[in-house]
């Protein structure tokens, strides 16, 4: 079963996190969302209080599928100067393991050089971030073991990409019908 860590910093944007949540776990993914803070408790950039399952030192990064960073400001800075996150990310991408971003949180992987040679999506504001892709402006984009989105209208869409990925697509579109979503 896939395990996947939802990284939560002080300012994230509480949506993009909490859809992915609930859409992976609808489908049975393990996911734990993981707090970069020290606190299991992170604010959101709309000062939504959320309880993380873990934090950052408790991680077994070795049993983790996928990272996925949420947007929002300054989350996405934030999640940035967290450098025992970032170097789990860099050895992610070493290692062919799957890294996800959206929104703003495209930007960390643009900076890294992640992005150079692939599809990827963003919010508008921050498309002159993902330094070397070719940017597109289509809710998610998949390319190879990365995947991004551009933000919060984008969610769902990105949740369910996840599930595709290590459910198929049959049960995203289960999901989808689940949720009433188009």
């Known amino acids: ?6 990284f939560l910093a002080t300012g994230f944007e509480e949506c993009e996190a909490l859809l992915v949540v609930d859409i992976c776990r609808r489908s049975g993914i393990d996911l734990k969302t993981v707090s970069v803070t020290g606190e299991k408790q992170v604010i959101s950039s709309h000062g939504v209080t959320v309880t993380a399952d873990l934090l950052l030192q408790d991680v077994d990064f070795d049993g983790l599928d996928m990272i996925v960073l949420p947007g ?33 949180a495209p930007s960390i992987f643009g900076h890294k050089g992640f992005l150079k040679g692939r599809n990827a999506t963003s919010y508008p504001e921050f498309e002159s971030h993902l330094e070397g892709a070719e940017v597109s ?4 984009e998949v390319s190879g073991h990365v995947t991004t989105s551009r933000g919060l209208g984008t969610a769902i869409d990105f949740g369910l990409a996840i599930v595709e990925r290590y459910k198929g697509k049959e049960e995203a579109d289960r999901i989808a019908k689940a949720i009433v979503y188009r």
């Open 137 to 140: 402006h289509n809710s998610v």
């Open 1 to 6: 079963m896939a395990q996947i860590g939802v």
């Open 72 to 104: 929002g400001m300054p989350g996405t800075k934030n999640l940035e100067a967290c450098e025992p996150l970032m170097e789990q990310v860099d050895a992610f991408y070493g290692a062919d393991k799957c890294i996800s971003a959206i929104c703003a």
